[in-house]
């Protein structure tokens, strides 16, 4: 039953409004210089060059298309439904997100904290109290607290411009574990040892950067008076002095004494180790560097799809359908599918290939193809039948396609002309300019579109089989 204006604003719920008990909630709005909802990598992997490799598996994930739609008996894509939910993953996810902000969003936060939770913060009624709402608005929130119902997330409220702990049960909560926990979340794993090494090694130029020399000078006399100490102080003030006040930073020494440098680079194996768990976790991972860098090919970026991106999208979709379609709903055909645009990949001289085939055997028909390469639907009629324009078909096949259309529309012979002509002036293709056209006849069936000129052979077929039969040629 569709609810009015009146029941929608009677019904509404919000999860940060409709608490039992609630602290530390402002009566004014919190101002920020940054914006407060963006995700924020902890671990070290801002310092790293882990962070560009996890945000490019976001993009790519967001990049494919979650829509909420209805399917057939055999589970294939029908109709996609016009809901909140459908409204949260294909334009608008909350006053801050787009739909893909916030699958990028839940990515990250998943890589970095290794589970993340979608809370459906705004419905049309409370969910607490039904099973039968529709969501309005989605977050995605950091798991605090695990309890054996429910969970405490710590999520943003748009409303206060703070992140807040609310407390919501597990079954209106969608919680997303990354399927590469092993890989990246393990303290162990590949990339935590790969993030403290860069750390480490980031730790290291900022030591040999820091400007200083680490100098020893070694005096010709033995320092072990006060005299001779209070002595080297002002030898080694001297040589700062020198350091400091000299345009190229020269300084002079007596012959007797002996210099050595201490922040030289020590030979270590830091930078194998380095780029070994790179190239360890490029292969964990599914990537290459050609992925990243956008010199992939075909078959390089199909296997990183299907052993990368395809196992995140279906745990996010298949959590989605778990969570926020109810069992009545699933047993309607509901469901929650995610498409991926396979020619988006493809080069120019492949696709006008791939467009020749698919249109040929009847896969895709004109309009859908011109939709892919960004052109207008054709007005045409024929544009959008699967049909191969390539091939003339016999009269058999042309009868069949007629005898499905109604009998108006089938040419006969009190019409033939009318047909024939489509709706041109006979008399004006017998004679132009009061001079008899003797070419008139090949003029009229060149006017005539293909479907026109398959209907005339189909009626010649016809007459000279009749003729035959009259003539007794064909027993």
């Known amino acids: ?268 194996n830091l930078m194998n180790q380095i780029e070994y768990l790179t190239s360890m976790l490029y292969s964990q991972l599914g990537i290459t560097k050609a992925i990243l860098d956008g010199t992939a090919n075909e078959e390089t970026m199909l296997n990183y799809y299907s052993r990368t991106i395809e196992p995140i999208v279906a745990t996010i979709s298949l959590e989605f359908e778990r969570k926020f379609i109810t069992k009545t709903a699933r047993s309607q055909g509901q469901t929650i599918k995610y498409f991926r645009d396979v020619f988006k990949l493809v080069p120019v001289k492949e696709l006008a290939e791939l467009a020749d085939k698919f249109t040929r055997n009847e896969i895709l028909s004109s309009n859908e193809v011109r939709g892919i390469i960004g052109y207008r639907p054709s007005n045409d009629p024929k544009a959008d039948q699967l049909i191969n324009s390539n091939l003339n078909h016999s009269s058999q096949e042309i009868g069949n396609m007629y005898s499905t259309q109604p009998i108006n529309t089938i040419p006969s012979e009190k019409s033939s002309n009318e047909t024939i002509t489509s709706g041109n002036n006979l008399e004006e293709l017998k004679s132009q300019n009061g001079i008899k056209n003797p070419n008139y006849q090949e003029e009229v069936f060149d006017s005539l579109n293909e479907e026109q000129k398959n209907a005339v052979y189909y009626m010649l077929d016809q007459i000279l089989d009749d003729e035959k039969n009259r003539k007794g040629d064909n027993p």
């Open 1 to 268: 039953m569709e609810l009015t204006f009146g029941d929608r604003v009677k019904n509404a719920w919000n999860a940060f409004l409709n608490r039992e008990s609630f602290t530390n909630r402002s009566e004014y709005s919190y101002a920020s210089w940054t914006r407060p909802d963006r995700i924020r990598l902890t671990r070290g992997n801002e310092r790293s060059i882990v962070t560009s490799v996890l945000n490019r598996i976001a993009l790519d994930v967001a990049a494919i298309n979650i829509k909420h739609c209805r399917v057939d008996d055999n589970k294939r894509f029908k109709e996609e439904i016009n809901s909140g939910l459908n409204n949260c993953l294909t334009l608008e996810a909350n006053i801050d997100q787009t739909a893909r902000a916030l699958i990028q969003d839940i990515v990250l936060t998943m890589f970095d904290e290794g589970c993340v939770a979608v809370v459906p913060v705004d419905t049309n009624v409370n969910p607490l109290q039904t099973n039968s709402y529709d969501i309005i608005t989605l977050r995605a929130g950091k798991v605090t607290q695990w309890y054996p119902n429910s969970v405490k997330v710590l999520l943003y409220n748009d409303r206060t411009g703070n992140k807040e702990e609310i407390q919501l049960p597990k079954e209106r909560v969608g919680i997303i574990e990354n399927p590469l926990y092993a890989v990246m979340n393990e303290y162990n794993s590949t990339l935590q040892r790969l993030t403290r090494k860069l750390v480490l090694l980031d730790s290291i130029d900022e030591q040999s950067g820091s400007g200083k020399l680490d100098l020893i000078i070694q005096l010709p006399y033995v320092i072990k008076s006060e005299t001779r100490k209070n002595q080297a102080n002002e030898r080694r003030q001297e040589i700062e002095r020198q350091l400091a006040g000299s345009k190229y930073g020269i300084a002079y020494t007596d012959g007797t004494e002996k210099i050595t440098q201490l922040n030289r680079p020590v030979e270590n």
